[in-house]
């Protein structure tokens, strides 16, 4: 399901926060949400950053009070984020859930294609300028999930006798799909990175929704219909899924 986040700032308001903990220094990103009853804070995990949501009627006196109030929370979450792995030559990419080694390829043509070396290493290699290797990493990944999702939507579909209009690959970083009551699907790329039966799963979940627009017990009977693995892929996206939010990101 779609939920649009209806934000305004007002024009003469910071949009970041400077919040001193100890020694460091934080810089919060603020926003207000229309609907929030509360100032709430959050880590968003691909851009390293603290978030803190207010309430229309909040002010930002309040806001950081609130936030150096929890500035404690704040360095603690920010410093157990797991470590960036930026899509340079020597990293290593899960493919589909598989260990893939970036190997730069600089005078042969082509993109970006696997290969498996006689030590049965899989590596990811990549054409062109040293300087696009990030860029054409993610293009490739942005590429093959768009084809995988296509496919296991397609399939899902044709089972629940729906029609998909729109199928988009994002960058979103809070959901790992959703689903307007108008036939569009989203997802987040970095489903690509995680076992096939994983994405599988989200795309059966979303697909799911053309016939039940909510999370009812009735909406759960579909998508255990048609995906067996829904149990296995919901635990994997609990315990492995937020390490997905590392990958293509700088320190
Ligand atoms: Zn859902």
């Known amino acids: 399901m779609a939920t649009r986040a209806l934000l305004y700032r007002r024009p003469y308001e910071p949009s970041t926060l400077l919040i001193k903990h100890g020694s460091q220094v934080f810089a919060i990103r603020v926003r207000r949400h229309r609907r929030?009853?509360?100032?709430?804070?959050?880590?968003h995990p691909t851009d390293r950053e603290a978030i803190?949501?207010?309430?229309?009627?909040?002010?930002?006196?309040?806001?950081?009070e609130f936030a150096q109030l929890h500035g404690g929370w704040i360095a603690a979450r920010l410093g157990r984020l797991p470590k960036a792995a930026p899509f340079h030559p020597g990293a290593v990419v899960p493919l589909r859930g598989t260990p893939h080694r970036i190997v730069h390829r600089a005078g042969e043509r082509g993109?970006?294609?696997?290969?498996?070396?006689?030590?049965g290493e899989k590596i990811l290699c990549v054409a062109g300028g040293f300087d696009h290797v990030d860029r054409r990493v993610h293009d490739y990944l942005k590429r093959e999930a768009r084809r995988d999702l296509q496919k296991a939507a397609?399939?899902?579909?044709?089972?629940?006798?729906?029609?998909?209009?729109?199928?988009s690959i994002r960058d979103q970083s809070s959901r790992w799909?959703?689903?307007?009551?108008?036939g569009s699907l989203s997802f987040s790329w970095r489903l690509i990175l995680a076992?096939?039966?994983?994405?599988?799963?989200?795309?059966?979940?979303?697909v799911a929704h053309l016939?039940?627009?909510?999370?009812?017990?009735?909406?759960?009977?579909?998508?255990?219909?048609i995906c067996p693995s829904q149990e296995r892929a919901k635990k994997w996206l609990d315990t492995c899924g937020n390490d997905l939010h590392?990958?293509?990101?700088?320190?």
Request: hydrophobic residues 35%.
């Open 211 to 225: 016939v039940e627009m909510n999370h009812s017990p009735r909406f759960w009977k579909v998508v255990g219909r």
């Open 195 to 206: 076992p096939p039966y994983v994405l599988d799963y989200l795309a059966a979940h979303e």
């Open 36 to 43: 929030a009853r509360r100032y709430t804070l959050r880590i």
């Open 154 to 167: 397609q399939i899902y579909a044709a089972e629940l006798g729906v029609r998909v209009k729109r199928l």
């Open 246 to 251: 590392r990958y293509g990101i700088e320190d």
């Open 177 to 182: 799909g959703s689903c307007t009551s108008a």
């Open 52 to 64: 803190l949501t207010m309430p229309p009627r909040g002010t930002i006196a309040e806001a950081k």
């Open 111 to 119: 993109t970006v294609w696997t290969e498996t070396r006689d030590s």
